[in-house]
């Protein structure tokens, strides 16, 4: 580890209620919240500066816990995506959540990591956010003024960039369940199966009605712009269409939607090109079940 | 102030709040037999078993071990005693130069005991070690001596693997109480059917890795 262990400073709270006073006047530098440590020690073990006063949940009971209710599911900020592959609830309700669960990292990740700690991490690469994103997720936030409900599509404003108030804690996700008949979709593109960072990741909903035509349709995407988003000139394309017969379409609007670029992991033209093979393959699907 | 219970033995050591739980394994409690490999949640040389569950413990802070039940590869079996899963990957050529050995054989253990008395699939020990990288097997001889090791084919003396399960992870009353829920017996009657594929043709199985 590179980081100077004697420099780091741990604030340990034993209700969520002393966590938000730690964030909102903090006694010196403004913790860090630390969750399942599965990001933040790469940083710690690396040496890179995020801080030195770091908030641990972990032993937060509030902040834990997967709740079915009859609209929607609440899953606290500490849940893990192992806890989530294993809920039968959702693996019924959210197969798409489950699916991308399971791919995220290996087992020792999923073991760890949490649900709230890929969406404050806000890496545009996370890939759980396609899927909170195409349930239209809430995540609740909670600070010693109360609580609030952010919608997950007003979540990030800019790269790494969350609508959070830094005394702000994420507490909590609310995913509404899909309408009956919809077509939950989860695809990730990365190097390999397990433990790649995703060069595409993508996460679809879809819904048709009379004479096969699409009336909800949401296609969310990761690692192809600063941020993870909503595809809206596609969705416009398959909207009041049948679905495999808006192929063409869409794919031609979604080049206008997404705005990948050339890193370590892929170009921006492989990335353009799987995009759209990964949007016609979830059409396909859709249409064939 | 941290306490912990490595391998059925109760530690209190003094670290640092955010200090490793690999760094507390090896520096506090003298058990070098975890690795640190790529030292960021990539490689899962580091893993061990904390509650049960395969972690990297390159990733944990020591604070998260406190009250923990913690088993390292020293917790399956001893130099003079190998559990079942360790025989298996010496007589199947599961190890070479030995750095990815100790994790591959957590992550192994947790899928056994996982799997309750079931053998687990190719593809089920293929994706439970993803998060194990190998530089030298090339992970075949690693996933048949898992299977093996659970009862799902032979080991390279012929004998069932299943009938020396027993010892996986230490003699049955030394076991920790964790591993109550590892296999022990194939069912009668010979493999479960989920083994019959156990020997299939390399040829036609997948270069997934």
């Known amino acids: ?289 | 102030m941290v306490d912990l219970t490595v391998n059925r033995k109760r530690r209190r050591v003094r670290v640092p709040a955010l200090k490793r739980l690999l760094d507390v394994l090896r520096d506090e409690c003298e058990l070098t037999g975890t690795k640190e490999g790529c030292g960021e949640g990539e490689c899962g040389a580091c893993t061990v078993l904390l509650n049960g569950r395969a972690v990297n413990s390159c990733l944990v802070p020591a604070i998260h071990a406190a009250g923990a039940r913690v088993v390292t590869v020293e917790g399956l079996g001893s130099e003079r005693r190998l559990s079942a899963l360790q025989r298996a990957f010496v007589e199947l050529g599961g190890a070479q130069c030995g750095i990815c050995t100790p994790g591959m054989l957590i992550s192994a253990y947790e899928l056994i005991a996982r799997s309750k008395r079931r053998v687990p699939s190719e593809d089920e020990v293929r994706e439970a070690l993803a998060g194990n990288l190998c530089r030298c097997t090339g992970y075949q001889k690693i996933v048949d001596a898992v299977r093996a090791a659970a009862g799902g084919g032979r080991t390279a003396r012929g004998r069932p693997a299943s009938r020396r399960a027993r010892s996986l992870g230490g003699s049955p009353r030394s076991r920790p109480a964790l591993f109550a829920a590892a296999p022990r017996k194939a069912s009668p009657g010979g493999s479960p059917p989920s083994a019959r594929s156990a020997r299939r043709p390399r040829a036609s199985r997948g270069g997934r890795s």
């Open chain 1, 1 to 289: 580890m590179k980081s100077a262990l004697s420099q780091l400073e741990v604030v340990r709270p034993r209700t969520l209620a002393q966590a938000l006073r730690a964030l909102h006047e903090p006694a010196g530098e403004r913790p860090i919240p630390l969750a399942g440590g599965t990001d933040l020690f790469v940083y710690l073990n690396a040496g890179t500066p995020i801080g030195r006063r770091f908030l641990d949940l972990w032993g937060l009971r509030e902040l834990r816990g997967i709740r079915l209710g009859p609209t929607h599911a609440t899953l606290g900020a500490l849940t893990t995506f192992r806890e989530i592959r294993e809920h039968p609830g959702l693996r019924r309700r959210f197969p798409s959540l489950v699916a991308a669960a399971s791919e995220i990292g290996a087992a020792q990740i999923q073991n760890r990591a949490t649900l709230g700690g890929n969406i404050a991490n806000a890496s545009p690469a996370g890939d759980s956010l396609p899927v909170l994103m195409a349930h239209d997720a809430v995540v609740i936030a909670r600070s010693t003024r109360g609580e609030r409900a952010i919608a997950f599509a007003g979540l990030f404003r800019g790269y790494r960039d969350l609508a959070l108030e830094p005394d702000e804690l994420i507490a909590a996700v609310r995913l509404p369940f899909a309408p009956p008949g919809a077509f939950p979709f989860f695809r990730k593109v990365g190097t390999r199966r397990a433990q790649s960072i995703s060069k595409v990741v993508f996460s679809g909903l879809i819904h048709t009605g009379r004479g096969g035509r699409a009336d909800l349709v949401r296609l969310a995407w990761g690692s192809v712009a600063p941020v993870t988003l909503r595809a809206a000139e596609a969705e416009r394309a398959i909207l009041g269409h049948v679905p495999a017969a808006a192929v063409d379409a869409a794919r031609a609007a979604l080049a206008r939607d997404i705005a990948p670029i050339d890193d370590i992991r892929s170009d921006r033209a492989y990335r353009m090109a799987v995009a759209g093979n990964v949007l016609a393959q979830f059409l396909r699907a859709a249409a064939r079940r």
